[in-house]
């Protein structure tokens, strides 16, 4: 092995020899240093130490290519890397969910229903919320409002997203109020990842009922299946059900647009504004 006066200080360096290169089935004599990018010559072999998996591969025969980092990594972790890159997971729910629900619109608008599903998706991504989690954000909707069936999003999209759909989704024989009290009554028992897609469905919906609130006032009620005394029933009991992520921001924001939306006296804030301007 090379003395310090070659390779300075040899702390961390392991011996030379010890080191056998899995891809060209042979001992290298290599000094090997455990950190990212080193680069070193001996013997007239040449290799480096890949930064993410800690393998070392000599020049002979390692592929070697540029990470996001700009530094060299091993052909293994390159492909890792770029797959990570593509993951076409969260395309594919949008593709999917926009087909279904083509044609569909928010309630009593001209809005496509693909808005709302897109909402509820940009929230999950900005609460840090995992891959599945924004999937399941993305076709919460399908089951109940389009011909999607379970099957279809299980052998899409997997069993774990499949259940945060399921516990989304309302049975439509049933009446209004017995479907809100369903929902109301299996959520403190739901996942948290079900709770963290509720907690985002319901945050885009106060978000478009307070936009509409700002320009037509308490006429938007009219456009429910129930008043407004039911309907802020059904949103402060959501979120006392989903109560532990109350850590996160977007139920923060949810509690505050509960209290704005249902407290405030929206025909007489309209017309201060309209006096105003």
């Avoid at 070659?6 to 011996?15: I, L, P, Q, R, S």
């Avoid at 056998?20 to 010559?41: A, I, L, T």
């Avoid at 800690?54 to 700009?70: F, H, P, T």
Wanted: hydrophobic share 35%; with cysteine.
């Amino acid at each position: 092995m090379a003395d310090k006066q070659e390779y300075g200080d040899m702390e961390g360096w392991t011996e030379a020899d010890d080191f056998f290169c899995y891809k060209c089935d042979r001992n290298v004599d290599m000094p090997k240093w455990h950190g990212p990018y080193e680069y070193y010559e001996t013997t007239g072999l040449h290799g480096r130490v890949c930064p993410i998996c800690n393998r070392q591969l000599c020049d002979d025969c390692a592929n070697w290519q540029k990470g996001e980092s700009g530094g060299l990594i091993c052909f293994e972790c390159f492909d890792e890397e770029r797959h990570s890159r593509v993951d076409l997971a969260i395309h594919n729910a949008i593709v999917f969910a926009s087909r279904k629900h083509d044609k569909k619109y928010r309630k009593s608008t001209d809005i496509p229903y693909i808005a709302h599903l897109m909402e509820v998706m940009q929230i999950l991504i900005e609460n840090d919320c995992e891959e599945d989690v924004v999937i399941a954000g993305i076709l919460h909707d399908t089951i109940e409002d389009t011909d999607t069936t379970p099957d279809e999003i299980r052998s899409l999209f997997g069993k774990n997203i499949l259940s945060i759909v399921q516990a989304e989704t309302e049975d439509k024989s049933k009446t209004w109020r017995e479907r809100k009290q369903a929902t109301i009554d299996h959520l403190p028992s739901a996942s948290i990842e079900a709770k963290l897609v509720c907690c985002a469905d319901k945050l885009s919906n106060m978000r478009s009922i307070y936009a509409d609130l700002q320009t037509i006032g308490e006429k938007v009620w009219e456009r429910f299946n129930a008043d407004k005394k039911h309907i802020q029933w059904y949103y402060e009991s959501i979120l006392t059900a989903i109560s532990d992520i109350s850590y996160s921001d977007m139920y923060y924001y949810l509690s505050e647009l509960i209290e704005d939306v249902f407290y405030l006296d929206w025909d007489n804030n309209i017309k201060e504004i309209s006096e105003y301007h």
